[in-house]
């Protein structure tokens, strides 16, 4: 299970809550969304889950392990974090970045290299582990950043609006990795967007969150047939979070 209990938090400086007192819960080794408009509060939720920011108050857990002092570590090992923003350096090339990140979960040697060489196979960039990654294409580099979140089999991969940016070719691809990862690993998803139907079609469980409240929570197909008005998740969305743009 990963869920989420009375979540609230209020950046220092701020006016508003980012997080309203926020609940959901997914079951274990399902591909969830946590869907929402801009500032809905999608990422400081992941980010509480990560134990990368604090919330003021409420519960995070990952697995039945709450995200506290006590078990940062634990769930830091059994998590693979994919951000928004591309973490690699720029002037190092592909096998560099995952060689670091691989060393920084305690993986060396044959047995790094061999992962990052089938890694850089299986996302089509075999023939580019000794560019620099300042040359890559953006689907290329968000591809790269998802690899460094593999390399210490998470039983977890949290992603951060992972096809933000890229190509048609490149999406495909993550997502129909994303796919397999899941059926074939039995790894557990958790991924954020605001592209509803792609995550209409990738997702088995969404919560939707708008203003860092839950708005509604459970399978696609099943929320679509409960708006007998609505012909796609988009519309479920529109008709729950109106048409009001966000700042
Ligand atoms: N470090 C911060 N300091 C102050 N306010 C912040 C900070 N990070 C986020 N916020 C605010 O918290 C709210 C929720 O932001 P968050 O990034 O979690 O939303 P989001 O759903 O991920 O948005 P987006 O889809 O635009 O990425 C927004 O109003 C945002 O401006």
Redesign the pocket.
């Known amino acids: 299970m990963i869920t989420v209990k009375n979540l609230h938090k209020t950046?220092p400086g701020?006016l508003?809550p980012?997080l309203s007192g926020l609940s959901f819960s997914f079951p274990k080794g399902r591909i969830a969304g946590l869907l929402?408009p801009?500032?809905?509060?999608?990422?400081?939720?992941i980010s509480i889950l990560c134990g990368l920011v604090r919330a003021d108050s409420g519960d995070a857990q990952i697995f039945d392990l709450h995200q506290d002092a006590h078990h940062r570590e634990a769930i830091k090992k059994m998590i693979g974090i994919v951000p928004?923003q591309i973490a690699l350096f720029p002037q190092l090339s592909a096998l560099e970045n995952l060689t670091y990140f691989g060393n920084l979960y305690g993986l060396k040697g044959k047995p790094l290299r061999t992962k990052i060489e089938d890694y850089l196979q299986r996302f089509g960039l075999e023939k580019n582990g000794k560019k620099e990654v300042y040359k890559f294409s953006g689907g290329m580099k968000r591809r790269t950043n998802i690899i460094a979140a593999l390399l210490h089999d998470p039983q977890l991969l949290i992603l951060d609006?992972p096809t933000a940016g890229v190509d048609v070719q490149s999406r495909n691809m993550i997502l129909q990795f994303l796919r397999e990862y899941n059926q074939q690993q039995g790894v557990s998803i958790l991924y954020?967007s605001?592209l509803l139907e792609e995550a209409q079609s990738l997702c088995e469980e969404v919560a939707i969150i708008d203003q860092g409240r839950l708005v509604m929570q459970g399978q696609p197909l099943q929320l679509i047939q409960q708006h007998p008005e609505c012909r796609n998740l988009e519309e479920v969305f529109l008709h729950h979070t109106g048409l009001a743009v966000r700042d």
Request: aromatic share 6%.
């Open positions: 950046y701020a508003e980012s929402g801009n500032g809905a509060g999608k990422t400081t939720t928004q609006e954020t605001h």
